[in-house]
Nanobody
């Protein structure tokens, strides 16, 4: 098991910003591609952003490109999601996920991810 703990969610007005963090236990964080997903009420979980194990490659859903930035600090075993220009439709529970990889590959679908955090609620008011 690889425990993942998200933090940083909350209530924010439209146009505001939040930074989510995901702390990962263990000594092998740099071997994992990391992803952020969201799940809105009544909807399926969907990909938001992903980052390769070195941090050299990042990927985003079209809906968040230019507004969200994923980053990681391998020395701190932490991945971040900086969210700006938030919209009410960004309201969801946000999850981080880890996939053990042997390359710079980053899955953009939830299937390959082996470990998941408990989620953190983000609510954007209009």
């Amino acid at each position: 098991q690889v425990p993942l703990v998200e933090s940083g969610g909350g209530l924010v007005q439209a146009g505001g910003s939040l930074r989510l963090s995901c702390a990962v236990s263990g000594r092998t964080f740099s071997r994992y591609a990391m992803g952020w997903f969201l799940q809105a009420p009544g909807k399926e979980r969907e990909f938001v952003a992903g980052i390769s194990r070195s941090g050299g490659s990042t990927y985003y859903a079209d809906s968040v490109k230019g507004r969200f930035t994923i980053s990681r600090d391998n020395a701190k075993n932490t991945v971040y999601l900086q969210m700006t220009s938030l919209k009410p439709e960004d309201t969801a529970v946000y999850y981080c996920a880890a996939d053990h990889v042997y390359s710079e590959y980053v899955p953009q679908d939830q299937g390959p991810y082996e470990y998941w955090g408990q989620g953190t609620q983000v609510t954007v008011s209009s």
